[in-house]
Structure formats: C-alpha cells, structure tokens
C-alpha cells in the first residue's frame, strides 16, 4: 500500500470550510483514497472514499488530483465538533489483509 | 458506530491475567478485525477474519488470540497480559466489496485496557 503524507496539524475558523491535505505520490493505479478520523480516542469513523473522480457526501468533499498523487478532504463548515484526528490511507482492492493502515494523520483544532 | 459494540468499555487488570475482550455487530457483516492504538500513534491490525472459518494474523499478533463465535462476534484475549499491552482496542466490520470496489471498515467505540 501507497505511504502517505499529511501535516501534523492544522487550524481552522469555525464556520469555514477546512482543507485538509495529503499527498500519496506512490499510489497505484488500483488504490483507493480513504479519509477516517478520529474524535479524541473514540473509534476512527468513516467519512469517504474515492478512486480518480471527485466525490462528496453529507459529511464531506474528497477531490482527487489527476495524476493521483494528492488529495483534498474539504468540510465545507467546520463545527467545533470537527475538531479531531484525520486519517489519509490508500488501500488497494483485493489486497491480501484488507487492512487499513493508519499514519499519524491531522490534527485539525476548529476555533470558535 | 452503534452497530458495532465492545465490552467491556474500560478494564484494568495486573500481570499474568487473562482478558477477554468483545465485540458485535449487527452490521451483518462478514469481515471482522481487532486493532490496538497506543498513544498518539495509528492503529495496528492484529488478527482479522474474513468469515467464520477464516481466522488471520495481522502485523503484531504475538501475545493475543481470537475466536470467531458467530458471524456477528469475534473476541480478542490476552491469554497472560503484560503491561506494554496497556492501550486501546478496536474492533472493526466490513462487508464484502462490490465489484471493482473496496470494502468500508466500520469501527467500535473502543476498548481502553490497562495492565498494572
């Protein structure tokens, strides 16, 4: 699986939209982009997946660069609540253990 | 996720003692997976299985053992804890993957085990 890289932390204005960074210049053209996070030692909870396209659901926006090698998780109003640990893996399909592997992610703090 | 629940929720327990840890789901999914997270790191895989008959080792899989009861429940233990075991656990679903497609884990709320 792809090693990807994020910034330990980043800030972010209450009722502003948060970007949120990673770049993954070794995927595969089989891996899939996922972005988890974590609220304080809470257990990861999904937000979205993408493969090339850009995708969005009720949480959030994932746009994929078209080479692939980074992406851009966008919570298009952060809440205080936002405030957590977010995780960027690529995983490919049908890879042997199906495991997620979780780096050290961002920290993203919303400030009222 | 509530449909993924673990218990016990918090445990503290000395050296040399055996600690069963579960989880269930009413996911009806067929994959299921234990993590540990120590502090301010990621989550590491320990053992996962894919069915019932299907049992796997992760990457740090020494010291613990699973059972697959029922499609719905997967136990992790700790056949004699140690205190470097000290961290919190985590247990996952998945479905099986569309076509084409990868599976989405789903995590419990966590286990946090102390080992004195």
């Known amino acids: 699986d792809a090693k990807t890289t994020q910034p330990p932390s980043m800030d972010c204005a209450e009722g502003r939209a948060a970007n949120l960074p990673c770049n993954h210049s070794?995927?595969?053209?089989?891996?899939?982009v996922y972005w988890y996070r974590q609220i304080h030692s809470q257990g990861p909870q999904y937000i979205i997946h993408g493969l090339k396209n850009n995708e969005t659901n009720e949480m959030a926006s994932l746009i994929i660069t078209e080479d692939r090698k980074s992406s851009t998780l966008i919570l298009p109003h952060a809440t205080l609540r936002d405030t957590a640990v977010y995780y960027c893996?690529?995983?490919?399909?049908?890879?042997?253990?199906?495991?997620?592997?979780f780096g050290t992610g961002t920290l993203l703090a919303v400030q009222p | 996720d509530a449909d993924v629940t673990q218990t016990p929720r918090n445990r503290i327990t000395k050296t040399g003692k055996r600690i069963m840890l579960e989880c269930s789901q009413t996911k009806g999914h067929d994959r299921m997976y234990w993590y540990r997270q120590d502090p301010g790191l990621g989550l590491q895989l320990i053992y996962y299985?894919?069915?019932?008959?299907?049992?796997n080792k992760g990457e740090i899989s020494d010291g613990y053992s699973v059972s697959r009861q029922a499609q719905a429940k997967f136990s992790l233990s700790l056949e004699s804890a140690i205190p470097n075991q000290t961290a919190l656990y985590f247990c996952a679903t998945s479905g099986y993957p569309p076509q084409g497609g990868t599976d989405t884990q789903y995590f419990g709320p966590g286990t946090r085990l102390t080992v004195l």
């Open positions: 299985s894919f069915d019932v008959k299907d049992i």
């Open positions: 070794t995927i595969s053209g089989n891996e899939y």
């Open positions: 893996i690529v995983r490919v399909y049908g890879g042997a253990t199906n495991k997620l592997i």
